[in-house]
């Protein structure tokens, strides 16, 4: 059983940046994929981005040129690397890994862009 915990969450100006990471408790490699979704209050859960094990990634519309995702097999991280953030990009962003049985989450991190 992997745990994915997040981190890199917090309180920041529009046009700011963050980096959040996902601590994997095991191996990353036995994700086919792995990726970053986001829930703001009140709307349902939205992918962010993903990435495959071999490193192709793709992108939310709202995200494309913005946000980098990133993955470290060594370190078992995933990465989120965040730029020009809005305040709508305000949420709950989660950690997802796809076994081959199962998806894993994380527990979260909360994310707050101010105007």
């Known amino acids: 059983q992997v745990q994915l915990v997040e981190s890199g969450g917090g309180l920041v100006q529009a046009g700011g940046s963050l980096r959040l990471s996902c601590a994997a408790s095991?191996?990353?490699?036995?994700?086919?994929?792995m990726g970053w979704y986001r829930q703001a209050p009140g709307k349902q859960r939205e992918l962010v981005a993903t990435?495959?094990?071999?490193?192709?990634?793709t992108y939310a519309d709202s995200m494309k040129g913005r946000f980098t995702i990133s993955r470290d097999n060594d370190k078992n991280t995933l990465y989120l690397q965040m730029n020009s953030l809005r305040p709508e990009d305000t949420a709950v962003y989660y950690c997802?890994?796809?076994?081959?049985?199962?998806?894993?989450w994380g527990q979260g991190t909360q994310v707050t862009v101010s105007s």
């Open positions: 997802n890994g796809n076994g081959m049985w199962k998806a894993y």
């Open positions: 095991g191996s990353i490699r036995s994700f086919n994929s």
């Open positions: 990435i495959t094990t071999g490193g192709t990634s």
